[in-house]
């Protein structure tokens, strides 16, 4: 069982950042595939950003904007979110999955955080 905890979170204006971190149980933290997803009230969750050992994946509408990373030491990823935007609004999830690729952590979440509230005003 690998328990993930969020936090990071915030209010900011347009343009303004945030980072977001997420810390994992677990003592086999740098083989698991790490993901950010966000979701609003009446829409599915999406993923954000995603990154594994080998490869790192974004979503179309946060690149050149967010980074994702990781800290296997701290078993720790993060969300480095820049010019943030008002539709960035959402609550922020973070997710391990078993895969070794980034590309494949969308379908394959084995475990979610709690999630964290950010919100971006205009």
């Known amino acids: 069982q690998v328990q ?4 990071g979170g915030g209010s900011v204006q347009a343009g303004g950042s945030l980072r977001l971190s997420c810390v994992a149980s677990g003592r086999t933290f ?6 950010w997803f966000r979701q609003v009230p009446g829409k599915e969750r999406e993923i954000v950003a ?3 050992w080998r ?6 509408s946060v690149k050149g904007r967010f980074t994702i990373s990781r800290d296997n030491a701290k078993n720790t990823v993060y969300l480095q979110m820049n010019s943030l935007k008002p539709e960035d609004t959402a609550v922020y999830y973070c997710a391990a999955s078993y895969s ?18 950010v919100t971006v005003s205009s």
């Open 4 to 7: 993930l905890v969020e936090s």
């Open 30 to 35: 740098s083989s698991y595939g790490m993901g």
């Open 50 to 52: 995603a990154i594994s």
């Open 55 to 60: 490869n790192e994946y974004y979503t179309d």
């Open 100 to 117: 070794g690729s980034a590309y494949d952590v969308r379908d394959q979440v084995a475990y979610w955080g709690q999630g964290t509230q």
